[in-house]
């Protein structure tokens, strides 16, 4: 009986602990940025990525909530300022964005819930988020500052920022393990690409070629937009400007503004190509 007693005195200061951390509500910001976030998942469909950002970019979601999208779509417009500070500006995650399209009475219990069990987010690891934002700025020095302070390294990336620096001998060594990392996985895309490069700074331009047509990936019928080839695309106009076929490397940048109208690279690629051809 006593036993019973004791639970239930427990289960009782447990609700009136869970009761009042609910009235006092230090997070209820968060409840308010789920429905800013929620805007900007219907934005993000409708590629209005400046109305993406403006709900995505606010303090709670960049502080709280790990906002990889939000990183990755401020790069894809060349916003790197704005993509740096946003990094920056994340301290712990915390998430209660669970509990927001519940009704009040079910907040308590979602609230009462996770004081028993945090929500766990993943792990930010900001230096390689800095990495490669100076990375696609094309600061590689820079890049590589941040690179060396990433606790586990992504080999197929140091490929990359070894290729542009120009250090071949490290970027074979990497690509050896970026090679043994993905060998054995289906969707090899990212190997044949990180081949690519490699070449493509290597001025074995096809060779990069070959490899780029051996990492597109065909998209399943129900997706309107497939935006998986992308980076594939940028790759061949590169390469395509650098062997002095203009018109090539236009085909693919123009293929990429299809899909997605508010690529940076895309933009400025094509830029720099029409006025090479206004100038003749």
Known sequence: MLKKVLIALGLVIFALICFVF??????DAQYKT???????QEAFKKDDM????????NPVTVKYHAPIGLYVTLITLGRYDEAEKAVKSFVRFKDYTACGPMTYPQRFMCRALDIIAPVKGPHIDKNKWMSVIYFEKGDYEKALEYNNKVKKQNVCYNVN????????????????????????????????RTRAYYNFKQKKYDKALEYLNKSLI????????????????????QVYTEM?????????????????????????????????????
């Open 22 to 27: 609910y009235l006092i509500n230090p997070f």
């Open 34 to 40: 789920f429905d800013l976030e929620a805007k900007a």
């Open 50 to 57: 400046d109305a993406y950002v403006k709900y995505m970019n």
């Open 161 to 192: 920022l070894y290729s542009a620096l120009g250090d071949f001998s490290k970027a074979t060594k990497n690509l050896n393990d970026c090679e043994f990392e993905f060998l054995e996985r289906t969707n090899i895309a990212i190997l044949y």
């Open 218 to 237: 065909a998209p399943s019928e129900n997706v309107e937009k497939f935006r998986g080839n992308n980076e594939s695309y940028l790759l061949m106009a």
């Open 244 to 280: 002095k076929q203009p018109e090539k490397a236009r085909e693919y940048y123009e293929r990429v503004l299809k899909i997605s109208p508010y690529n940076y690279k895309a933009k400025i690629g094509l830029d720099l190509l029409n006025n090479k051809s206004n100038k003749k």
